[in-house]
Nanobody, 127 residues
Framework: QVQLVESGGGLVQAGGSLRLSCAAS????????MGWFRQAPGKERESVGA????????WHADSVKGRFTISRDNAKNTVYLQMNSLKPEDTAVYYC????????????????????WGQGTQVTVSS
């Protein structure tokens, strides 16, 4: 069982920045592919990005590319989502997820390919 706890959400003005953190339990964090997703009210959950468990490769959705950056610190069992130049349309509950298998760009954007989820953290961007 893997427990994931997100933190760092909050209210920020458009153009501002936030850094989300997701702390994972267990001794095998280094083997997990980690992903970030978000869900806005009335919308489906969408992938924001993912980071590999092997070489640190990352993928970011087009909607956040150039503004958001995923990183991980295996010594701290933590994955981060640095969010810059925030827009009102970034308002959502943000979730981190762990995949206990291989990394493949073709599948890391699918929520069905992840095994464990955090409880989510609210990000609200005011205009």
């Amino acid at each position: 069982q893997v427990q994931l706890v997100e933190s760092g959400g909050g209210l920020v003005q458009a153009g501002g920045s936030l850094r989300l953190s997701c702390a994972a339990s267990g001794r095998f964090f280094v083997t997990y592919v980690m992903g970030w997703f978000r869900q806005a009210p009335g919308k489906e959950r969408e992938s924001v990005g993912a980071i590999s468990n092997s070489d640190g490769s990352t993928w970011h959705a087009d909607s956040v590319k150039g503004r958001f950056t995923i990183s991980r610190d295996n010594a701290k069992n933590t994955v981060y989502l640095q969010m810059n130049s925030l827009k009102p349309e970034d308002t959502a509950v943000y979730y981190c997820a762990a995949r206990l298998s291989y990394y493949s760009r073709e599948i890391v954007d699918g929520s069905e390919n992840y095994d464990y989820w955090g409880q989510g953290t609210q990000v609200t961007v005011s205009s």
